[in-house]
């Protein structure tokens, strides 16, 4: 089964909550991990845990790719050159297709062909570009072509003003 987009907002089931976090806590430390080793660069991560029953302040969970008080002296002195906060997830990172449609997830009835096929499936969008190069370069008529679907022309293959 592929991969399903999610809405993102907080997890109302303590015990999902807690679940999610664990799993993406260390998928968020091997990415650090993989940046530091990939790129060559310093990384810090410091995450605060939630306070729970069992601890009140919540749990600090840390990751350096070298000494920590180097870093957070570098991190002290410097000034950054960009800075994110939660505010900036809807920018920064939904789709534009996710943005007019006012949503992540499909109304109700409907269903989200990538969700549902994974990574095979095409969007609506990808399908008419498609066809609309296909008409224009063989008089109208769509034919099959010896492409992998869904067709994604280049920017040499595709006529003015389909890029």
């Known amino acids: ?55 009140k302040t919540g749990k600090l969970c840390q990751y350096s790719s070298k000494d920590i008080d180097i870093l957070l002296t570098k991190f002290v002195e410097l000034q950054p050159a960009e800075v994110y906060t939660n505010e900036d997830y809807d920018e920064k990172f939904k789709s534009k297709e996710d943005k007019d449609l006012g949503g992540d997830s499909p109304a109700e009835g409907e269903t989200n062909a990538v969700a549902d096929h994974g990574e095979n499936a095409a969007t609506v969008e990808e399908l008419t570009r498609s066809l609309r190069y296909l008409q224009n370069t063989q008089g109208g008529q769509p034919t099959m072509m010896p492409t992998p679907f869904p067709f994604r022309p280049s920017a040499q293959q595709a006529p003015p003003g389909m890029q």
Do not use: H, W, Y
């Open 1 to 55: 089964m592929g991969k399903r987009k999610i809405e993102v907002k907080k997890i109302d089931d303590d015990r999902i909550r807690l679940a999610t976090f664990q799993k993406r806590k260390l998928g968020l430390i091997k990415k650090a991990m993989e940046l530091s080793l990939l790129c060559d660069v310093e990384v810090a991560l410091v995450v605060f845990g939630a306070p729970t029953m069992s601890c």
